[in-house]
């Protein structure tokens, strides 16, 4: 079967000396996997149209197992933003979103065109990237079916209140007077929440028409991105990059030292030769805990959000530990890198089996917690066994509103009318 649409290239990867297998967001069949066969010839038509971010008009030919494309013709290039790490950072993030979540095999043209959008206003530098990048985030999930309920607290039915959380995991709001505990909440300031409904609610055509100041910018932001990392339950690798890394990819400056030179580009060489040939290792959870591992080895306690940091880090150790065993037998100019690291699985695994979130820990975290939580559930269930006598005997049922028991403030309670309290 074969096809003719448009879409935009958000992702690239190279078979073999002349081939390249591309992943397309189409407006006729959403995301495509497909073979461009001499896609990495110059001389080739398809080599400017399948390269990343190419948005181009395809043919598609359609076999039992896999796609392939045969004409293609480029309609534009956002080559602009090749010049900008951070922009480019940034739609590497919506390429990995789209990947995820967009559809496959059916229509996505609302997909195509916010994302085209998006990245036509970051190459023009018509919208910053903090701004475009919660809309994009936000419109993108309500589109994918995860659209939050921003409205009104959900406690008391408040619009507006002197401070409103954003529950990023329940996709919902609480107002100060209803949420006593901040924490796995965004604190909203007005400007922020306004924005925030903006993002969901506004017209295709106003979602980007809105200005914030820096503060305002960054809140929205932390909403959006930990909405789309609690609906999904993932995260993503371009987000997740260290921002060490960033920087120090930032800080480049030119070298003079012939030798340093030399061993730079040896390094460079090293690390695309290895991705080639055994695959790219994943830093995807990696976090710089140098702040809480000062503060633990000074005597200092971590919190549940540290820890899980910790492990996530660890195993993204091991994991690149594991990946370079594969690659023992290639002696490179990184391997004093690889040696550097340590793994402790054993550590990584106590703290995850301790710790479930950042708001719970196991009943494994010790013995002395699960027998707590045992006498707990104990005592509430032959709590729970004499009130059900009480509310059934007729004894007392003359002396009850309802047969029922409720909780209150932890409590276990049976209403009783008010004549005979």
């Given at each position: 079967?074969?096809?003719?649409?448009?879409?935009?290239?958000?992702?690239?990867?190279?078979?073999?000396?002349?081939?390249?297998?591309?992943?397309?967001?189409?407006?006729?069949?959403?995301?495509?996997?497909?073979?461009?066969?001499?896609?990495?010839?110059?001389?080739?038509?398809?080599?400017?149209?399948?390269?990343?971010?190419?948005?181009?008009?395809?043919?598609?030919?359609?076999?039992?197992?896999?796609?392939?494309?045969?004409?293609?013709?480029?309609?534009?290039?956002?080559?602009?933003l090749r010049h900008d790490v951070r922009k480019m950072c940034l739609v590497q993030y919506f390429c990995e979103?789209?990947?995820?979540?967009?559809?496959?095999?059916?229509?996505?043209?609302?997909?195509?065109?916010?994302?085209?959008?998006?990245?036509?206003?970051?190459?023009?530098?018509?919208?910053?990237?903090?701004?475009?990048?919660?809309?994009?985030?936000?419109?993108?999930?309500?589109?994918?079916?995860?659209?939050?309920?921003?409205?009104?607290?959900?406690?008391?039915?408040?619009?507006?209140?002197?401070?409103?959380?954003?529950?990023?995991?329940?996709?919902?709001?609480?107002?100060?007077?209803?949420?006593?505990?901040?924490?796995?909440?965004?604190?909203?300031?007005?400007?922020?929440?306004?924005?925030?409904?903006?993002?969901?609610?506004?017209?295709?055509?106003?979602?980007?028409?809105?200005?914030?100041?820096?503060?305002?910018?960054?809140?929205?932001?932390?909403?959006?991105?930990?909405?789309?990392?609690?609906?999904?339950?993932?995260?993503?690798?371009?987000?997740?990059?260290?921002?060490?890394?960033?920087?120090?990819?930032?800080?480049?400056?030119?070298?003079?030292?012939?030798?340093?030179?030399?061993?730079?580009?040896?390094?460079?060489?090293?690390?695309?030769?290895?991705?080639?040939?055994?695959?790219?290792?994943?830093?995807?959870?990696?976090?710089?805990?140098?702040?809480?591992?000062?503060?633990?080895?000074?005597?200092?306690?971590?919190?549940?959000?540290?820890?899980?940091?910790?492990?996530?880090?660890?195993?993204?150790?091991?994991?690149?530990?594991?990946?370079?065993?594969?690659?023992?037998?290639?002696?490179?100019?990184?391997?004093?890198?690889?040696?550097?690291?340590?793994?402790?699985?054993?550590?990584?695994?106590?703290?995850?089996?301790?710790?479930?979130?950042?708001?719970?820990?196991?009943?494994?975290?010790?013995?002395?917690?699960?027998?707590?939580?045992?006498?707990?559930?104990?005592?509430?269930?032959?709590?729970?066994?004499?009130?059900?006598?009480?509310?059934?005997?007729?004894?007392?049922?003359?002396?009850?509103?309802?047969?029922?028991?409720?909780?209150?403030?932890?409590?276990?309670?049976?209403?009783?009318?008010?004549?005979?309290?």
């Amino acid at each position: 079967m074969k096809f003719r649409t448009d879409g935009l290239i958000i992702r690239e990867q190279n078979i073999g000396e002349n081939d390249r297998l591309v992943w397309v967001l189409t407006r006729s069949n959403g995301v495509v996997k497909a073979f461009a066969r001499g896609a990495k010839k110059l001389t080739n038509a398809k080599c400017s149209a399948t390269s990343l971010l190419a948005y181009s008009r395809l043919t598609i030919y359609k076999s039992r197992e896999s796609y392939i494309i045969g004409d293609a013709q480029t309609l534009r290039i956002f080559s602009k933003l090749r010049h900008d790490v951070r922009k480019m950072c940034l739609v590497q993030y919506f390429c990995e979103i789209a990947r995820h979540i967009c559809p496959r095999e059916q229509p996505a043209d609302e997909f195509l065109r916010l994302f085209l959008n998006s990245i036509y206003l970051l190459s023009e530098n018509k919208r910053s990237e903090l701004l475009v990048k919660p809309c994009f985030e936000m419109r993108f999930m309500c589109m994918a079916g995860y659209t939050p309920d921003l409205l009104m607290c959900r406690k008391c039915g408040a619009y507006s209140a002197s401070a409103m959380y954003f529950l990023p995991r329940e996709g919902k709001l609480e107002c100060c007077n209803c949420r006593k505990n901040p924490n796995g909440a965004v604190l909203l300031n007005d400007a922020a929440l306004t924005a925030l409904r903006h993002t969901v609610y506004a017209e295709d055509k106003q979602l980007f028409s809105f200005a914030l100041s820096d503060e305002s910018l960054q809140i929205l932001n932390r909403a959006t991105e930990l909405y789309l990392r609690c609906q999904l339950e993932r995260d993503f690798q371009a987000l997740t990059t260290l921002e060490d890394a960033k920087q120090a990819a930032l800080n480049l400056e030119p070298q003079f030292d012939l030798k340093r030179v030399e061993l730079l580009l040896k390094q460079t060489d090293d690390a695309v030769a290895l991705s080639g040939r055994f695959g790219a290792p994943s830093f995807g959870g990696a976090v710089n805990c140098g702040g809480s591992l000062r503060r633990a080895e000074a005597g200092g306690c971590l919190t549940t959000g540290e820890l899980l940091s910790v492990a996530r880090t660890m195993h993204v150790i091991r994991t690149v530990k594991e990946w370079h065993s594969r690659c023992a037998s290639v002696e490179t100019a990184l391997d004093g890198y690889f040696s550097g690291l340590v793994s402790n699985k054993y550590l990584e695994e106590r703290i995850t089996t301790a710790i479930i979130s950042e708001d719970e820990i196991s009943d494994k975290a010790s013995p002395a917690l699960s027998d707590i939580r045992r006498k707990i559930r104990t005592a509430s269930s032959k709590a729970r066994e004499t009130l059900d006598k009480i509310i059934h005997s007729s004894k007392y049922i003359k002396y009850l509103q309802d047969a029922i028991v409720t909780q209150r403030d932890g409590r276990y309670v049976v209403p009783v009318k008010s004549e005979c309290r």
